[in-house]
């Protein structure tokens, strides 16, 4: 059963266009957000979070948004580079702080 | 600071064998995590150890086990192994147990054949 899901597997945005890519859940008790990075052959990497206390978080070009009525979280990526282009994963921590669920990933591509 | 590191990057195995990945976490993480990721899955929890302990386990089955040293490396072992079993399979390590977040190591690619 996914809880976290991305339902779009790819994306093709403009280069310095908005990049924005979604995510759903289905656990209200879903405290912790995060966004991953991952480029073909390396591991995921760190991007951005969001406490279920906030309802956006910015960090340069990303900024990471919190619709708890809706579960619902987005990542705008503006401008949209080149180098962005990578698969995204959202997770969110589970109600034992333990563990984190991942949704299946968007493939973004930002076109030059 | 070396961040996580897997071994082997890619491994071929045939099916009914078994496999051990490792995985050393980052200098003082002291929690470590698997994952499988494999095509429109997503990644998958399989397990974490904390201090040698498992305290969290994924929907695997029971091919599927894993360990932990006192230096916190790991290691995750699958037995009689399929076709299916074929994933990038990840490991993160985290500074304790419900961390922020964590830091992935590049994977080990499993095919079986």
């Known amino acids: 059963d996914q809880q976290v899901k991305q339902n779009s597997p790819s994306l093709s945005v403009q280069e310095g266009r908005i990049s924005i890519l979604n995510c759903d859940y289905t656990?209200?008790?879903?405290?912790?957000f995060l966004w991953y990075k991952k480029y073909p052959a390396e591991g995921p990497t760190f991007l951005i979070s969001?406490?279920?206390?906030?309802d956006k978080n910015e960090d340069g070009r990303f900024t990471v948004f919190l619709n708890k009525s809706a579960k619902h979280l987005s990542l705008h990526i503006v401008p949209s580079q080149p180098g962005d282009s990578a698969v995204y994963f959202c997770?969110?921590?589970?109600?034992?702080?333990?563990?984190?669920?991942f949704g299946s990933g968007t493939k973004l591509n930002v076109k030059p | 600071k070396a961040g996580v590191t897997q071994t082997p990057r890619y491994l071929i195995k045939t099916r009914g064998q078994q496999v051990t990945l490792s995985c050393s976490p980052i200098?003082?993480?002291?929690?470590v995590s698997w994952y499988q990721q494999t095509p429109g899955q997503g990644l998958q929890f399989l397990f974490e150890?904390?201090?040698?302990?498992?305290?969290n386990k994924g929907n695997f089955p029971g091919r599927f086990s894993g360990r932990q040293f006192s230096n916190s490396r790991s290691e995750m072992n699958v037995s009689t192994l399929e076709l299916g079993d074929s994933a990038l399979y990840l490991c993160?390590?985290?500074?304790?147990?419900?961390?922020?977040?964590?830091?992935f190591g590049s994977g080990t690619r499993l095919t079986v054949v």
């Open positions: 993160a390590s985290s500074l304790r147990q419900g961390a922020d977040g964590y830091t």
């Open positions: 656990n209200s008790m879903f405290d912790y």
């Open positions: 969001i406490s279920s206390i906030k």
């Open positions: 997770a969110a921590r589970g109600d034992n702080f333990n563990k984190f669920y």
């Open positions: 200098s003082g993480h002291r929690s």
């Open positions: 150890y904390f201090s040698e302990t498992q305290r």
